[in-house]
């Protein structure tokens, strides 16, 4: 099973489970007591590779290190019975103290009373659009453990060859980028292409935001309209047309793919949209010193694009710990200690807290290093934080999606298509 099909499993179990579980009642918590000597042992729960099993032991070494009467107990798996396990212990009320969360659950569980307002864990350095991001309805329920941001990649050998010159990035527009496309298509052997897709739910947030809307709201409703989506969509046309991206057969099997054997990866797209973090394994799978760039704007500048940072994942902790007092601590350290960060590096993003990002700076891969670089480049052009997704987004999303690529293969007009998709979204947020 795919990520992405994984990844809507997940959700949808989680989404039941929890809706019943939070309604059970009844006392005990996530944690053991203290024991007669005063040490307190919280249980941690993570999701990664074996490689981030390892750097996370590391990081309750250290911070036990410093804290001898606090013990960490951790719970770690893969991805796909993340989720699953995780709601079977909240319905059981046995949730662990300290939970790795991801944004696509927190307003589930936050709203449903599973987790720990974290009143205590500071957040001074952290950008206010960071720290925002970890907010249901006002309460701090998370904090950012890393920070991405959407971005468009290049392969310089591809541009280069095409004999095209991209546009400056703090200026270009989405035509420019179309016609930027369009002509390394046109200039490049067959089988490489400007672009790969122009899709998925952070480009079209960006697209939404410098129209003045949004994805999703702070209330959970969708801040758009129909004309917005066919507005959308008939960039999607254009696109097509121009022939910036590849056949909408190639679209649909590249999104498939592993990140590893996709168009950017394999050098058969000149740019491609891409959360910053995966710039190293993009590198590292097609050879090239892929360079990084801002999305187009509307306006042409810089802070008008609406970038926005996105929280790789996030940490949070159970309503029901004995202990907050001690899991807050916990979370401070792993949140803002350059300790911390020099052992995590970029495993989960780059650190959120920005004295903490500049310590680890020379510390990092080189391509690594040129994430963090361009998060603190475009610190100053940032829009609104974006709210956290409701229940039953990563459906409404792939509805987008899925409707996009029925224009790309021109089988629906971009009106018709954002009707059907708009109509299926409304339904599925209810």
């Known amino acids: 099973m795919s990520i992405r099909a994984r990844k809507k499993f997940a959700a949808k179990v989680a ?28 249980r941690f729960s993570w999701w990664g590779s074996d490689v981030r099993h390892k750097m996370t032991q590391k990081l309750i070494d250290a911070f036990e290190a410093k804290n001898p009467n606090i013990k960490i107990e951790g719970e770690y798996g893969d991805w796909s019975g993340y989720w699953d396990k995780l709601a079977t212990q909240v319905a059981s009320q046995d949730a662990p103290d300290v939970i790795q969360m991801d944004a696509a659950y927190l307003g589930e569980y936050a709203e449903r009373g599973a987790l720990l307002e974290l009143k205590d864990v500071d957040l001074g350095k952290f950008d206010q659009a960071v720290a ?99 507005g959308w969509y008939e960039y999607q046309a254009e696109l097509r047309d121009s022939k910036a991206v590849p056949p909408a057969s190639v679209m649909t099997e590249d999104v498939t793919a592993s990140v590893d054997q996709q168009g950017l990866a394999t050098n058969r797209f000149a740019l491609a949209w891409y959360w910053s973090n995966q710039l190293g394994a993009l590198a590292k799978a097609s050879g090239q010193a892929l360079e990084i760039h801002r999305p187009p704007s509307t306006d042409g500048t810089a802070a008008g694009a609406k970038q926005f940072y996105k929280s790789s994942q996030f940490w949070s902790a159970s309503s029901r710990t004995k202990h907050p007092a001690e899991v807050q601590k916990f979370i401070d350290f792993l949140s803002n200690s350059v300790e911390a960060g020099e052992i995590a590096l970029a495993d989960r993003g780059i650190p959120g807290n920005s004295e903490v990002r500049t310590a680890v700076l020379p510390k990092l ?20 934080a974006v709210p956290v997704p409701p229940a039953g987004s990563s459906s409404v999303v792939e509805a987008f999606g899925r409707y996009a690529m029925e224009v790309h293969f021109n089988r629906m007009s971009p009106a018709d298509a954002a009707k059907k998709a708009m109509d299926e979204a409304k339904s599925t947020l209810g």
């Open 15 to 42: 989404a039941a489970t929890v809706a019943a579980a939070i309604t059970l009642t009844g006392c005990g918590g996530g944690s053991q007591q203290a024991a007669s000597d005063g040490t307190v042992t919280l």
């Open 132 to 230: 925002d991001a970890g907010k249901v309805e006002g309460k701090q329920y998370a904090v950012t453990a890393g920070v991405n941001a959407q971005v468009v990649l290049a392969n310089p050998a591809l541009v280069a060859a095409s004999g095209v010159t991209l546009p400056d990035d703090t200026t270009w527009t989405w035509d420019e980028y179309n016609k930027t496309a369009a002509a390394i298509t046109e200039n490049s052997k067959g089988g490489v292409y400007g672009s790969g897709a122009v899709s998925g739910d952070a480009p079209m947030n960006l697209w939404f935001r410098q129209h003045g809307k949004s994805l999703f709201t702070a209330d959970g409703k969708l801040g758009f309209d129909e004309n917005d989506l066919t």
């Open 365 to 384: 891969t080189p391509e690594d290093a040129a994430t963090a670089k361009f998060i603190d480049e475009i610190s100053s052009e940032l829009g609104d």
